[in-house]
Nanobody, 119 residues
Framework: QVHLVESGGGLVQAGGSLRLSCAAS????????WGWYRQAPGKQRELIAR????????YYADSVKGRFTISRDNAKNTVYLQMNSLKAEDTAVYYC????????????WGQGTQVTVSS
């Protein structure tokens, strides 16, 4: 099992920045990659950034490319999402995700953190 706790959400004006954190505990060694998703009201949850455990490049959705950066601090078992140049359409609940592969993918989720961008 992997336990994830997000923090860092809040209210920010358009053009501002926030940094989300995802503290991980449990069987972290089993995780193959880490990601951030978001879900806006009335919309499906979408993948916006993913960082693999090794040897491949990070993924960003087109909607956040150039503005958001995903990173990891292995010593702190924490994954970050730096969000710059925020827009009203970035308003959503943001979820941290960890994936482990055995015979199939296993997803772990945090509780989510609200990000609200005022225009």
């Amino acid at each position: 099992q992997v336990h994830l706790v997000e923090s860092g959400g809040g209210l920010v004006q358009a053009g501002g920045s926030l940094r989300l954190s995802c503290a991980a505990s449990g069987s972290i060694f089993s995780v193959n990659d880490w990601g951030w998703y978001r879900q806006a009201p009335g919309k499906q949850r979408e993948l916006i950034a993913r960082i693999p455990s090794a040897y491949t490049t990070n993924y960003y959705a087109d909607s956040v490319k150039g503005r958001f950066t995903i990173s990891r601090d292995n010593a702190k078992n924490t994954v970050y999402l730096q969000m710059n140049s925020l827009k009203a359409e970035d308003t959503a609940v943001y979820y941290c995700n960890a994936r482990s592969f055995r015979s199939d993918w296993i997803d772990y989720w945090g509780q989510g953190t609200q990000v609200t961008v005022s225009s």
